[in-house]
C-alpha cells in the first residue's frame, strides 16, 4: 500500500521567504498532485507531475522518480499563500493524500 | 465556467437521521468521487463512479450510499449506520482513463454536523 508522508506539518513563514514543502512516497505512481486547500475548506489542484518540473506563477514542482520524492517551493512568499498544501499521489486509478502541510505567511 | 457544485456547504443533523450531500458537476468528466476529511488526516475515499450507474466502494463506505444515474450528478447519503458521520466532505470529478494526463476537479466541500 502506498503511503505519502509530507513535511513539515506545520510551517510559518515571514512574507518575502522561499518556501519548500516536501512529499515521499513509497510506491511507483503514475502521477503526483499537488492541491491547496484554503480555510473554507475548497481544493484546488495547482499542479500534476509524472516527471521533472513545473512552474506556475510563483509556484514551483519538482518530482524525482526514481528517489520517490517531490518538492513544492514558494518564491516571495505572500500572506495571501496561507493555506494548508497537500500531496496526493495516483496509481491504479485511485489518488492517495498525504495529510497536509498548514502554511502561515505572516505580513 | 465549468466546475463542481456542493451544497449545502454547512449541514446539521440530529443523531440517526439520513442525510444526502448533494455533488453536481458540468465538466463532462466520467469519473466522479467522494472523500471525507477529518481533522489531522489525509483525505479518505467514500466511494467512486467511473460511469453512469455503476460505483465502487472505497476504503471508508460503511454507513454512506450513492447513486449514479445521471453524468452530472453524484449524490452520497449518509446513513444512521454511519457510526462517526461528523466531518467535512469533499466531491471531485476527472476524465476517465488512466494515466498521468488526468487531472482532478474539488468542490468546495460540506460541513456535516451530527449532533
Known amino acids: 500500500k502506498n503511503e505519502v508522508e509530507q513535511s513539515p506539518q506545520n510551517l510559518t513563514a515571514q512574507e518575502g521567504e522561499f518556501i519548500t514543502i516536501n512529499c515521499s512516497y513509497s510506491?511507483?505512481?503514475?502521477?503526483l498532485h499537488w492541491l491547496q486547500q484554503h480555510p473554507g475548506g475548497g481544493i484546488v489542484s495547482l499542479f500534476m507531475?509524472?516527471?521533472g518540473k513545473k512552474k506556475h506563477g510563483r509556484l514551483i514542482a519538482t518530482i524525482n522518480i526514481q528517489e520517490k520524492h517531490s518538492s513544492l517551493h514558494i518564491t516571495a512568499s505572500h500572506p495571501r499563500d496561507s493555506a494548508v498544501y497537500i500531496c496526493a499521489t495516483r496509481s491504479q486509478g485511485n489518488l492517495i493524500f498525504g495529510k497536509g502541510t498548514k502554511l502561515s505567511v505572516k505580513p | 465556467d465549468g466546475g463542481i457544485t456542493q451544497s449545502p456547504k454547512y449541514l446539521f443533523r440530529k443523531e440517526g437521521q439520513n442525510v444526502t450531500l448533494s455533488c453536481e458537476q458540468n465538466?463532462?468528466?466520467?469519473?466522479m468521487y467522494w472523500y471525507r476529511q477529518d481533522p489531522g488526516q489525509g483525505l479518505r475515499l467514500i466511494y467512486y463512479s467511473q460511469i453512469v450507474n455503476d460505483f465502487q466502494k472505497g476504503d471508508i463506505a460503511e454507513g454512506y450510499s450513492v447513486s449514479r444515474e445521471k453524468k452530472e450528478s453524484f449524490p452520497l447519503t449518509v446513513t444512521s449506520a454511519q457510526k462517526n458521520p461528523t466531518a467535512f466532505y469533499l466531491c471531485?470529478?476527472?476524465?476517465?482513463?488512466?494515466?498521468?494526463?488526468?487531472?482532478?476537479?474539488f468542490g468546495s466541500g460540506t460541513r456535516l454536523t451530527v449532533v
Open positions: 510506491v511507483g505512481i503514475s502521477a
Open positions: 465538466l463532462n468528466h466520467d469519473a
Open positions: 471531485a470529478s476527472s476524465s476517465s482513463g488512466t494515466g498521468s494526463k488526468y487531472g482532478y476537479t
Open positions: 507531475l509524472s516527471s
